[in-house]
């Protein structure tokens, strides 16, 4: 058994990740901004329901905090991460229509304010980080994993803040010599056996878009559409939660990318 900290634990992602989590039999702290909110409250309940049924010497604790406050909003006397084994970072601002200065503060200051204490508080345990994609920007090409800063530019504030986040994640491993390991998923889309999702954005657009026109226009209306037979990068949030999972307890992983062996087209969406 394991000690966790889990931020952005009450997202689409993090949700998932927590359930996971307890069914390994860690002891989980969730970092949660509101947590005596209806919609929050109702979820930390179910997470600890969970965690008696299993039996399994799992636990949960929550710590009302802000990643966008200095030492995310904890009194720095009484808390401490010295103690702590993992640090999983899913905390962020998803929202392309957020405004530029909520997300840069939340998803880069945000990560810096996280390493900083945990630096400062003697954590010694494993950092997993949850990236994107986007960090690779417009960069034509292979970008592998070993690749990060190539020149490449940002077209929106959400793929900037994600690399910047990361940049400042580098910064503190190889300041502090930390064990960190960064996931870069593609575009997350909802469960593959619930369905389960938060919001309809991102390839969701794509994918409603090519469904109506296939089902009514007529066939022989000239219209440009996508390459339907092209691939769709996307995974699915248990694929990706269970490869975090198993990744995050194993050894000896790192410099490697998880990619699915299976190609989708856009078809297989509409």
Known sequence: ????????????????????????????LVLVRNPDTEKYSELISKWRALSLVLDNGSSLDVWC???????????????????????????????????EKLVMETNVQGTERLFSTLVSSGF???VHMLSSMAVAGDFQGTFSEDMFDEGQ??????????????????????????????????AVVGDSTSGEIDKIDGPYYMCLL????????????????????????????????????????SEDLGGANLFSPDRHAVTTFT
């Open 1 to 28: 058994m394991c000690r966790c900290l889990v931020t952005g634990a009450t997202g689409f992602i993090g949700k998932l990740l927590v359930e996971g989590l307890l069914k390994q039999g860690h002891d989980l």
């Open 210 to 249: 090519v469904s109506f026109l296939k089902r009514y226009l007529p066939s022989w209306v000239p219209i440009l559409v996508p390459k339907l037979k092209a691939n769709l990068d996307v995974v699915p949030r248990d694929y990706l939660v269970e490869a975090i999972l198993l990744l995050s307890q």
């Open 153 to 186: 530019e940002h077209s929106h504030t959400y793929h900037l803040s994600k690399f910047q986040s990361e940049a400042c994640a580098r910064r503190f491993r190889d300041e502090h010599n930390m064990d960190l390991r960064i996931y870069r998923p593609s």
């Open 124 to 126: 010694t345990g494993r």
């Open 65 to 99: 905090g802000d990643l966008n406050s200095q030492f995310m909003g904890l009194d720095k006397t009484s808390y401490s991460f010295s103690d702590f084994d993992h640090v999983f970072h899913l905390a962020a601002v998803y929202d392309l229509g957020a405004p």
